[in-house]
């Protein structure tokens, strides 16, 4: 028989180097534009119409970088795995079978009998009345034992939850579920345009203490006034690569959050170091930028 697929999966999540990149970029781009637009003025040219300045202000980027709430929790080296409440496993791409007693290599016992329906209900009951047609926490299965300290830390094999999806009827009460979950101390998101009616709740110190309540085992997360106290906070960590990297879920406004990772150096990522990428945003800004990151 073939594997059932599974339409709840875990959503991709963007590298945080990339979005750094395009917001410090966007900035340099626009603030030259800008210096175009002051130029001709001061000459009393017409302005060119064409220029867009969206997304590139000064005090777009340092929002986003000194304002914004944003919450970390250590990116595990597994496979992602869900659970539904009515026990239904769910690997990366396929449901597992039902009868299947391991995946990757890691014994199932364990994972099948948390109990795992209390702690989606208590989620739920963040939304009220708004009540979603499918549920499920999804968490690491730690399958390379060997990576790092998860020998010695007891994580090994284990199942370490980080977040929960739910699935709405319709957009509307999505939304309103998410704002209710962030009026209640927790962190929500969206799943991609790929999935409208999924919204994400993702880790946090309120999510953690609703999952070890139940007695399941959650990815420990820590709060951060903004994206620079975070950067900062895990500098010695990232350098001498503790872990695969990071998982960062920044508040982007009520109701919404996104999130990123943010990978060690010697984790394959070549994507980020394109020409047009990492290295390009490193060399313009040790020359200056022709002044226009200044402060």
């Known amino acids: 028989m073939a594997d059932e697929r599974n339409t709840l999966e875990w959503p991709s999540i963007a590298q945080f180097h990339r979005e750094v990149c395009y917001r410090v970029h966007r900035f340099l781009t626009v603030a030259e534009a800008a210096a175009t637009v002051i130029q001709r003025a001061h000459r009393r040219q017409a302005r060119d119409r064409k220029i867009d300045f969206h997304g590139g202000f000064r005090s777009t980027l340092h929002n986003w970088l000194l304002r914004s709430a944003v919450t970390t929790s250590e990116k595990l080296d597994g496979t ?24 990757q290599r890691c014994d199932l016992s364990a994972l099948r009998g ?23 926490l999804y968490g690491e299965l730690c399958c390379n034992s060997d990576l790092y300290s998860y020998r010695r830390d007891g994580r090994a094999k284990s199942w370490q939850v980080f977040g929960a999806l739910l699935e709405f009827e319709d957009e509307p009460s999505a939304n309103a579920y998410a704002r209710a979950a962030c009026a209640g101390g927790h962190i929500c998101g969206g799943a991609g345009d790929d999935a409208p009616l999924v919204r994400v709740v993702c880790n946090s110190r309120a999510f953690g203490e609703v999952v070890e309540r139940h007695g399941v085992p959650a990815v420990a997360a820590e709060a951060h006034d903004s994206l620079c106290t975070a950067v900062a906070r895990w500098r010695e960590w990232m350098v001498g690569e503790h872990g695969e990297g990071l998982v960062l879920a920044v508040n982007t406004g009520e109701g919404d959050a996104s999130l990123f990772k943010w990978k060690i150096s010697r984790e394959p990522q070549p994507s980020i170091f394109k020409s047009d990428g990492l290295v390009a945003l490193v060399a313009e800004l040790r020359a200056g930028a022709d002044g226009k990151v200044g402060p």
Request: proline share 6%.
């Open 80 to 103: 992602n795995l869900g659970k539904l409440g009515d026990g239904t496993l769910l690997g990366r791409r396929t449901v597992i079978q039902p009868t299947a007693t391991s995946y």
């Open 114 to 136: 948390y109990h795992t329906e209390p702690v989606l209900s208590e989620l739920v009951a963040l939304g009220g009345a708004t009540a979603p047609r499918r549920a499920a």
